[in-house]
């Protein structure tokens, strides 16, 4: 057994204190839902030795203040700026700097993990992710934690999404781990590979103030299917709390694959039938998969649910006009909506994968540069932009594919000492039941990690449907 560190925290701070105040968050940022997103972050260490604990921590804590030095919103605080709007913007303490916690937790193992895959139920959240872990008056943009396990690390970090989205998180784990490599090898990163001011850059956000009406943009067009919603509602306010106690009564979470032959024939099976049709893309296809195999563990034709919908998470910072930087830090996200009947989601797939698909390829196509625009004019006029991005959710899926973050994790390299990343896991509060997580996998084709009721999950678990496609990780 190795040597056991103190349980700790302390405050880092940037080499140069930053100016006490305040600064504004964008239109995309102030729709966003408020809630804290978990990343963790496994790596392997052979020697447990306490000198090589120390020193792997102070690689992070400079690596983390070099860090602060780049992107110093991550040292701010969401605060409240107008409480009629439910507005917010950032707030910069006397001391502005990120909480970084140690702790050891020698009981979990990490060639046990790896044997099984390193599994969700095996990284509880009282141990592996630091407060806070909800939305407050005064939450931090980020947290970190380094917990020590036998023969390992698992690095966490809570990222605020009301200031960044996953894809932004990916550029605080590049910069972050540039600089901890930095460190480990007794040099500073050169100007040319820091993050630049043109990366913060999110001046093309702004439109001017519309009154567009709500209801013109298909993500908030209004649905007749109202029977799940207040059931939705409880879900979210437990996850923008940070309250996984309760989201545990209400959601399981199930983790699956598909391997790449199966995602072959998944191709294959979702291919235009007519010359008239559009070939799509391997994400719309499988977000068609979830989205009516999901409806058939509902029930909805049973239920009388007329209509159903997926929402996909766009990363629009290309369709911007002019584009953003792609490692641009704060939120570019907008909802695609496809809706279907319940009766086409539920028939075969042979006879509707293709044109579900098509449903979900569509409408992301919506989503011109001059309507995200106009959407970011909207939001400024909109009497309460808290959580606005989402629309009543009744018995609907949202999809999410953040494989920049997913690339990013991947590729980073932390120095001698902790070389790279083995394992990614999200522990998240999914804020609807029908939450969908879709990531390359280290093993070839795609993991889907999706939360639902208890109920759903055990038809999903029965679905021989689902079943030949996908195969459940632990």
């Given at each position: 057994m190795g040597s056991i560190l103190k349980a700790s925290k302390e405050l880092v701070t940037p080499s140069t204190p930053l100016i006490p105040g305040y600064s504004p968050l964008t239109p995309l940022d102030q729709?966003?839902?408020?809630?804290?997103?978990?990343?963790?972050?496994?790596?392997?260490?052979?020697?447990?030795?306490?000198?090589?604990?120390?020193?792997?921590?102070?690689?992070?804590k400079q690596g983390l203040s070099r860090t602060i030095d780049d992107m110093p919103a991550i040292a701010a605080y969401v605060v409240t700026d107008s409480e009629v709007q439910e507005s917010i913007r950032l707030k910069y303490d006397n001391d502005a700097g990120v909480w970084?916690?140690?702790?050891?937790?020698?009981?979990?193992?990490?060639?046990?993990?790896k044997r099984r895959s390193f599994p969700f139920t095996a990284l509880p959240v009282e141990d592996f992710v630091p407060e806070p872990r909800g939305h407050s008056s005064k939450a931090p943009v980020l947290t970190a934690q380094a917990a020590f396990i036998q023969g390992g690390l698992v690095l966490t970090f809570n990222g605020h999404h009301a200031a960044?989205?996953?894809?932004?998180?990916?550029?605080?784990?590049?910069?972050?781990?540039?600089?901890?490599?930095?460190?480990?090898?007794?040099?500073?990163?050169?100007?040319e590979h820091r993050l630049g001011?043109?990366?913060?850059?999110?001046?093309?956000?702004?439109?001017?103030?519309?009154?567009?009406?709500?209801?013109?943009?298909?993500?908030?067009?209004?649905?007749?299917?109202?029977?799940?919603?207040?059931a939705q509602k409880e879900v979210m306010d437990a996850a923008m709390s940070g309250n996984f106690s309760k989201l545990a009564t209400l959601l399981r979470l199930t983790n699956w694959i598909i391997d790449e032959d199966k995602l072959h024939q998944l191709r294959q099976q979702a291919s235009p039938q007519s010359k008239s049709e559009s070939a799509v893309t391997d994400n719309a296809a499988l977000s068609a998969l979830i989205w009516m195999h999901l409806s058939r563990a509902r029930g909805l034709v049973k239920r009388h649910v007329g209509t159903s919908s997926l929402f996909t998470a766009i990363n629009c910072r290309r369709r911007m006009n002019p584009p953003l930087a792609p490692n641009y830090p704060g939120n570019c996200i907008v909802l695609a909506r496809a809706t279907a009947t319940s009766t086409e989601l539920e028939a075969s797939e042979s006879q509707s994968l293709h044109g579900i698909a098509q449903l979900v390829a569509d409408s992301l196509d919506w989503w011109a540069p001059d309507e995200i625009w106009s959407l970011t004019g909207a939001i400024q006029a909109h009497p309460n932009v808290r959580n606005a991005l989402v629309p009543p959710m009744d018995y609907d899926v949202v999809v999410t594919s953040p494989s920049r973050l997913a690339d990013s994790l991947s590729a980073a390299t932390w120095g001698e000492e902790l070389g790279g990343i083995t394992a990614i896991r999200f522990a998240f509060p999914a804020w609807i039941d029908g939450f969908a997580v879709v990531l390359p996998s280290v093993q070839g084709g795609f993991e889907i990690t999706l939360w639902t009721s208890p109920d759903t999950a055990n038809r999903l678990l029965a679905d021989e449907g689902w079943c030949r496609w996908v195969r459940q990780l632990e």
């Open positions: 729709y966003m839902v408020r809630v804290i997103l978990p990343v963790l972050c496994v790596f392997e260490i052979k020697d447990s030795s306490l000198s090589l604990k120390k020193t792997i921590l102070n690689n992070l970084f916690h140690t702790k050891d937790v020698s009981h979990v193992d990490y060639d046990s993990l960044m989205d996953a894809q932004g998180l990916g550029t605080f784990v590049q910069v972050w781990a540039r600089h901890v490599a930095a460190v480990s090898q007794g040099r500073v990163v050169a100007s001011l043109d990366s913060l850059d999110g001046s093309s956000i702004y439109a001017p103030v519309m009154r567009r009406p709500w209801a013109e943009f298909p993500t908030f067009w209004q649905s007749n299917d109202r029977t799940y919603e207040a």
